[in-house]
């Protein structure tokens, strides 16, 4: 089973490092660009539930699925592909690829339940 702790504290500090240390981020073939416009789009909390829900047994809110709608699929893609792709996750990584194809689909539903006619 993957520790759930490792990799929010592996995400924690690579987005904290990331707002001091850009270059600390990604690694140098990674899209930096569209790694930073996730940090800074969506607020740690909500990016901490929607990894839990991909990787583990968690359930976004619905206030962070709106938040993961509004900073985009791209983003979103991103971020997830490049936690799946680490050593330990990637033996999986088709298994979370899906989860996160889910996640966003749900969110995507419930964000347009919300949203004014």
């Excluded at 993961?68 to 997830?80: A, F, P, R, S, W």
């Excluded at 990584?93 to 339940?113: G, N, T």
Aim: glycine share 4%.
């Amino acid at each position: 089973m993957v520790n759930l702790n490792v990799i929010m504290v592996s995400f924690v500090v690579l987005a904290v490092a990331s707002t001091f240390n850009p270059s600390l981020a990604v690694e140098e073939n990674e899209p930096k660009k569209l790694w930073d416009q996730y940090v800074v789009k969506i607020s740690p909390k909500c990016a901490l539930h929607i990894i839990y829900q991909v990787f583990g047994n968690g359930v976004a809110s619905t206030s962070c699925c709106q938040e993961l709608v509004q900073e985009g699929k791209e983003c979103h893609d991103t971020l997830i592909k490049y936690i799946a792709d680490r050593p330990s996750l990637i033996g999986n990584e088709s298994k979370y690829l899906q989860k996160r194809d889910e996640v966003w689909a749900h969110c995507v539903s419930v964000s347009k339940a919300l949203s004014p006619a």
